[in-house]
């Protein structure tokens, strides 16, 4: 009785933590996963970027709860979908990509995937690539799957809206991406697919196509997104992204930057703390009875840790309080070499990139946010002599020393 007590547990925390909403119900699905059934699912990843970030580890961990339950999980590579570029959420068409860059871009991606998936035992996730079928669909297969829908189902897409009343062009590849994308549900024959709530409507149209085609009820579970304050999505797009490649130090100093209204999603979404343990850190800081930092000090080390260990996560802490908490200099500064005898100030930062642009460092040095041998200065037309050992400090955490 206990194991059942067990499985049924983790069954309601696979359809509830994290889960924005699933599709056509959670109770549909449950019912389903109860009945000792086992399901094939998957959950496809976009290769424009070289890397994963902190939102691809929701779906990934969602992932990783229903391999545990000993289902069959799929981690799709879109190699073919990422050359045709996903408008979701877009303003205006995205550059589409070539097969060598969506390949090199996602080399890595298994790696990552292992610190939640088990590619190996007795139920190993597997990795697939969509052009292994979509490369061989032909002009004709084309047609027949696109009649299933309408460009009335295609255009009512919010940001396809916006772009009409701006008079903006629409493509008429990225109506076709949601239909490639629905046909990966249907080359591998899927019971579900998850994803991030922003990823709805494509799912949705994978949804439609197992029914009208194969008459088969493919269930959808929308996972919830890791927002900044002004609501917009944590990742490459947006340019606030935390890779899974970060460093000890840069991961733990990125996520004690977030403001306090992300820490308990990110302890929903980004780690195993269990719910019930995440309430409490919520009604104390409600109540005011801690201060924001120390939970957001906690969560910082428990990601820091998964990715990089325990002493990796102590010892960026450790620095973290050195830099921010004393005023210290971090106990490891990158070196660059700089062969000029002086520069002028917003020459120097964009030469050692510690800031990319001389708008933004004029900005920068405007507000006294820039040191130099911890001096502040504030002169954006001032003259720098360079000399071996300079250290120069942009913002609260970024060091540089000239060799």
Not at 247 to 271: R, V
Request: charged share 30%; proline share 4%.
């Amino acid at each position: 009785m206990k194991q059942v007590a067990d499985v049924q547990e983790k069954i309601k925390e696979a359809l509830t933590r994290g889960v924005e909403k699933v599709y056509p119900s959670a109770e549909a699905l449950k019912e389903v996963l109860e009945s000792g059934k086992k399901i094939r699912l998957y959950c496809g990843y976009d290769p424009s970027s070289p890397t994963l970030h902190f939102g691809h580890s929701i779906t990934l961990r969602k992932l990783s709860q229903f391999q545990k339950l000993g289902h069959e999980v799929i981690m799709l590579t879109g190699d073919f979908t990422g050359m045709i570029g996903d408008p979701t959420d877009k303003t205006a068409a995205r550059k589409k990509l070539s097969r060598d860059e969506v390949i090199r871009n996602s080399e890595n991606y298994k790696k990552l995937a292992g610190n939640f998936l088990d590619f190996s035992g007795e139920n190993p996730a597997q990795i697939k690539y969509n052009s292994e079928w979509s490369d061989k669909l032909t002009f004709l297969d084309l047609i027949e799957i696109a009649s299933n829908f309408t460009v009335g189902q295609m255009i009512v897409r919010d940001m396809f809206q916006e772009r009409i009343k701006r008079n903006e062009p629409i493509y008429l590849h990225e109506f076709l991406y949601p239909i490639a994308q629905g046909y990966d549900s249907l080359a591998m024959d899927v019971d579900l697919e998850v994803g991030g709530a922003d990823q709805t409507f494509n799912m949705l149209v994978g949804r439609d196509l197992m029914k009208s085609v194969k008459n088969k009820e493919k269930f959808v579970l929308t996972t919830k997104l890791l927002t900044d304050p002004s609501g917009k999505k944590m990742g490459k797009t947006e340019g606030n992204m935390v890779s899974m490649e970060d460093s000890a130090k840069d991961m733990f100093g990125k996520i004690m930057s977030w403001p306090d209204g992300q820490i308990i999603p990110a302890f929903e979404l980004l780690t195993d703390t269990p719910l019930a343990e995440i309430e409490n850190i919520s009604c104390e800081l409600k109540e005011e009875r801690i201060n924001p930092r120390d939970p957001k000090a906690r969560l910082a080390k428990k990601i820091t840790s998964f990715y990089h260990g325990e002493e990796a996560a102590v010892q960026a802490e450790k620095e973290f309080s050195l830099v921010f908490k004393e005023g210290a200099r971090p106990l490891e500064i990158p070196e660059i070499k700089v062969s000029e005898e002086e520069l002028n100030i917003l020459d120097l930062l964009i030469k050692t990139e510690l800031i990319p642009s001389k708008s933004e460092a004029k900005r920068l040095v405007l507000q006294g946010a820039i040191e130099i041998d911890d001096e502040i200065k504030k002169d954006w037309k001032e003259t720098i002599k360079i000399k071996k050992g300079l250290v120069i400090k942009a913002g609260k955490r970024k060091f540089i020393k000239l060799r």
